[in-house]
């Protein structure tokens, strides 16, 4: 490392200590940080700057005790009402139903109970030591104050409890705390709610970040600091040497490698597949609407059950963010849905002060079981995919990474059983 730091040893194992890390969003910026530790030499190379992509604009909510998996048993039969509601949470335009067909099969299969049960325990494992395995990497970047543990309030203006039966069997199996409250105890916990909410469920063990944007980039920046690259150029493929994967092509030319990580998010599979990993991998489109200066700001990140969206206090003002919307990786955004967030707020907050308002697209990575790859390739040994991480991206980075970091070097993560995260299980 620079700076006079000693830098670990070369690991044991591997050929080369080079490793080329597409994409800069959090996933690949955690990977990076982690795989300097292990002693790799670090290039990572992105289109855009660190945190442009999916990680610029999540809703920052920091949730060790995200067990519950998007889908569900009964999560289906929603799926009408979402789509005929004007304000609904769900947007599917027709146009892109005949190739999102085999992902939503998946996506079905994955909501069957037992599965459900299955994805859970691999959702805790991934996010259950976030807070840790963010403390070294942010302490070293000058960035602990980015992520705080808050605590997280769900809320619906229906009366009784907010999580289905089986959801709250899924928390106390992972030994989440999670508490049923009334809707005087919500208006308690967050005194900026309007009054029409009834009940409430609250996390007191989650988090929030104040600036998902800032956290990418304090991050990055401490990654170049300890002697790593970072590049500017989009990834077109690569160059191979006896079948073996040594350098990437961008239009600037070649960045060569002893090891690669895919991390490119959303668009992870059009490189994937040119190295023998052809996946579904959905576009998850979602939305959102920071507010500068919105009046009384709330303390805690609030989630509203009803419409299905999350709302933030972050450093930049208040973001309300959500939305799930299938039209594929290049459709340009429809700002209507972040609209509709905002009308959302405005009745959920009766003091907002709307008139400074940002409004933003991403796409989150999504694969048929919501869970991420995180894997060394079949094919090419050099290679190491991490990618997938659909609504929990923020939350499972640095988990990731440390995965990321293990496996480049050759090792068996010791702390995590990775069987889940597989990319065998997409296999025919
Ligand atoms: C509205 C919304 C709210 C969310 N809220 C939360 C939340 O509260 N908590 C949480 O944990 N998660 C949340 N998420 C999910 C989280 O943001 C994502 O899972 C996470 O950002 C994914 O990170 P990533 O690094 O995999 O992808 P990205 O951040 O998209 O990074 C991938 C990078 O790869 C680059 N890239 C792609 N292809 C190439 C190429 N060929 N060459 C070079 N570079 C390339 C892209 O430019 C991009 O920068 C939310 C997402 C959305 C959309």
Redesign the pocket.
Known sequence: MSGGQTRAPAPAGTAGRRVLV????????CSAAYLQRAGFQVTV????A??????????????PG?VVPYSMPGTLLNVPRWLFDPLGPLSLPPAHLPKLLPWLLGWMAASRPSQVRRISKAMHAL?QPVFEAYAPLLAAAGGSDLIVMTGQLYVSSKPGPLDSPLARELRQAAGIRAEDISGPQVREVEPTLAPHFQSGLLLPDNGT?LN?HRV?TVLAEQVARDGGAIRR????GFRMEAGVPVA?L?EDGEIAFDRLVL??????N??SRQLGLDVRLEA?????VTIADPGPMPRI?VTNRDSSF?T?PMEMGLRL???AEYAGLDAPPNWRRARILLEHGRRMYPGLSTARVSE??????TLPDGL?IIDRSARHPNVVF????????????PATGRIVADLAAGRTPQSIDIAPYRASRFAA
């Open positions: 597409v994409g800069a969003g959090i996933v690949g910026i190379v992105d289109r855009l660190p945190g442009e992509g999916c990680s610029f604009g999540n809703a920052g909510n920091v949730s995200a996010h970040c998902p990418v150029g989009a990834v077109r990437a961008t991390a490119a998010g959303a668009w992870s059009a490189l998850e489109r979602g939305y959102h990140p999350a933030a963010a959500g939305t933003w697209m991403g796409c989150r990575p991420p991490a990618f997938g991480h659909s609504h929990f991206g923020l939350t499972a980075a």
